[in-house]
């Protein structure tokens, strides 16, 4: 079965930081461009950061650059998501997303994404 599963959420701090996971089951997750996204309350769902297959090419949502880095270890099966300087309006809940494919001006559609996660609370909070 494949599976997408994230984890690392949690409750932070504004200033403070979490990492993200994203491990797969069932499936190479070096054949794919993985996507985070998050859906904030009461919001639509929005992309967050792209890594492609190789993870020499990453794009992130100007909300997040220069706070956020996407990484992934194909290796390990697994993709990351280290988050810094977080807001609060950085909470959500957070879901990482595999495509077989992508193109650089919509990345950050979700329909281009075959695999998702079930998603991990992130809360920014004082």
């Known amino acids: 079965q494949l599976q997408l599963v994230e984890s690392g959420g949690g409750l932070a701090q504004p200033g403070g930081s979490l990492r993200l996971s994203c491990a797969a089951s069932?499936?190479?997750?070096?054949?794919?461009?993985i996507g985070w996204f998050r859906r904030a309350p009461g919001k639509e769902r929005e992309g967050v950061s792209l890594?492609?297959?190789?993870?020499?090419?990453?794009v992130y949502a100007d909300s997040v650059k220069g706070r956020f880095t996407i990484s992934r270890d194909n290796a390990k099966n697994t993709v990351y998501l280290q988050m810094n300087s977080l807001k609060p309006e950085d909470t959500g809940v957070y879901y990482c997303?595999?495509?077989?494919?992508?193109?650089?001006?919509?990345?950050?559609?979700?329909?281009?994404?075959?695999?998702w996660g079930q998603g991990t609370q992130v809360t920014v909070s004082s």
């Open positions: 069932g499936f190479t997750l070096g054949y794919y461009h």
């Open positions: 997303a595999a495509a077989v494919v992508y193109r650089s001006s919509n990345w950050d559609s979700p329909i281009n994404y075959q695999y």
């Open positions: 890594i492609n297959r190789s993870g020499d090419t990453t």
